[in-house]
């Protein structure tokens, strides 16, 4: 599919088992939630310039490569996406995070915003947009649309999971922002919930249902 990569190393597919199984503890759901993000992370960030730079080791000096260009946003959609946030932020612990407060209407699954807060410097930044579940896209388009709003121009998305009902809704109306997950369901029951899916991933993160 156009503009979409799955994610399927091995420690992600074992992780995403495991978190998708019901009887965990909250406390598991966290900590895979967790690395997995990280996981994910060493993907979606592959292709980030690269630029020489003088060093000295014990021995002697030297050229060495280092991240050169735009630095990093983490925009967690909340409240899930802040502990799969967590991961990327132990791997990039100097990028600045964007908080974007979306619950969906349970009657028509419209996102309604409730609290948005980001850098002032997003359209100097690659903003990395994360949202664990991508079900009917609305959640996602509107952080998205808040982010340009904003100035962000080059964004990115990062989920663990998505159904194709969501992706279709997310590609049709920002085609521009690439995705990232770790795997593409089934479709959407009548609740507008992933099947085989994983639940809702903030009632499972933090013990709320």
């Known amino acids: 599919m156009d503009g979409v990569t799955i994610v399927s190393h091995p420690l992600v597919q074992h992780k995403l088992t495991l978190l998708r199984e019901k009887n965990i503890s909250t ?44 630095k990093l946003v983490f925009a967690p959609v909340l409240r899930a996406g802040v502990t799969f946030a967590d991961g990327m932020l132990d791997l990039v612990p100097n990028a600045r995070v964007a908080h974007i407060g979306l619950y969906r209407d349970p009657q ?9 807060k980001a850098p002032s410097d997003l359209h100097e930044r690659l903003v990395i947009v994360i949202s664990p579940v991508l079900a009917t896209g609305n959640s996602t388009v509107a952080a998205v649309d808040r982010l340009k709003e904003r100035g962000a121009n080059d964004i990115r998305l990062a989920c663990l999971i998505a159904a194709p009902e969501g992706i279709e809704r997310m590609r049709g109306i920002h085609p521009d922002v690439p995705i990232w997950l770790a795997a593409i369901d089934e479709g959407l029951d009548k609740d507008a919930f992933i099947l085989p899916g994983l639940g809702d991933a903030g009632d499972r993160a933090y013990g709320t249902k």
């Open 27 to 70: 406390k598991a759901f966290r900590e895979l939630l967790k690395e997995i993000g990280m996981l994910l992370c060493y993907e979606i960030t592959r292709d980030l310039p690269l630029a020489d730079v003088d060093i000295e080791t014990p021995l002697t000096p030297m050229k060495s490569p280092q991240i050169a260009g735009k």
């Open 108 to 116: 028509t699954f419209v996102a309604v915003e409730y609290f948005f």
